[in-house]
């Protein structure tokens, strides 16, 4: 087995997640805590592929702005793809929320009030311990409607593992959709929701275009803004929208998407948006965008380098 690798800070981890363009091969990270770095990494049986992961890993280290060294090493052969399980435990989240993994559903011991959300992502984005996923998840909680009051539609938007269209579920959210570029986020999300028993409208979609493939996706992405805003965009509000507008919109994704694609966010949330996946240093950027589609600040949090914000339409 061969392993590409290169470290990068922590701030990188989760964009370079959202733009790698991997084909066939899987990228995962392992933080050193020591070093206070991240390794990302690639593993694939054959050297012949070195070169296409290379090129593939360097594309998104591009997107993102870092200049890392890439190394190429033997390991020995092991089940890779399921080594992100020493990293994910049981997390209490907000003020009812519990997130277990499926290895771990034996042992946990909810409390009658806890919301159990039972989750693997496989290579999905989205456990729970990311500050971004920590703070929608929050949010979402504090958002959900009160028993017995009218309910509350909700779309999220990169849905990864699915963690918060689930937990929306959950919390007497309805109906709840949510959409992600990658057609293995929407598998694991659709899995998910089927351990979960809710039900959840998933599909594999990209902003500013109707037909979606990671290869355009990261294409648009490499522009940010504002020549991203220029694209052409045929699902935007109105009739051509993929999705109904929904009382509350999740979008964890990136602040430089966030700031493109903002008018056509804006156009899913009837009422509340969570803008999420926002290095603070951006967040001004991105609530200025926001602010000129008729959209105030209600709340802001921000966990590490990241920032989040609850946004509300002016009456």
Known sequence: MKKLFCSVDEQFVSPLFEVFDGGDFILSSYHDIEERQTQIQL???????????????RDALSIVGVDAELKLVDVPDEDWKLSYRRHFKTERIGRRLLVVPTWELSDAKPSPSDVVVTLDPGMAFGTGKHETTRACLEY?????????????????????????????????????????????????????????????????FALGKGAVTLDESIEAAKGLYPDLALQGRDCKSGPGQVFAPSDVVVANILGP???????????????????????????????????????????????????????????
């Open 43 to 57: 593993f694939f049986p054959d050297e012949g592929q070195s070169e296409d992961a290379g090129r593939r890993l």
């Open 140 to 204: 979402v909680d504090e958002l959900a409607p009160e028993p017995g009051a009218a309910p509350r539609s909700f779309l999220d938007m990169g849905c990864g593992s699915g963690i918060l269209s689930i937990a929306a579920a959950k919390l007497g959210y309805s109906p709840v959709a949510g959409f992600d570029i990658d057609a293995d986020a929407v598998a694991a999300s659709r899995e998910n929701a089927e351990i979960n028993g809710v039900r959840v409208d998933y599909r594999e």
């Open 257 to 315: 998407l966030l700031i493109a694609f903002a008018e056509e966010i804006a156009g899913y949330a009837k009422d509340k948006l969570v803008v999420s996946g926002i290095l603070t240093e951006l967040y001004p950027e991105v609530a200025q965008a926001f602010e000129k589609l008729g959209f105030r600040e209600l709340t802001r949090r921000t966990y590490g380098e990241w920032t989040s914000a609850l946004l509300t339409r002016r009456a």
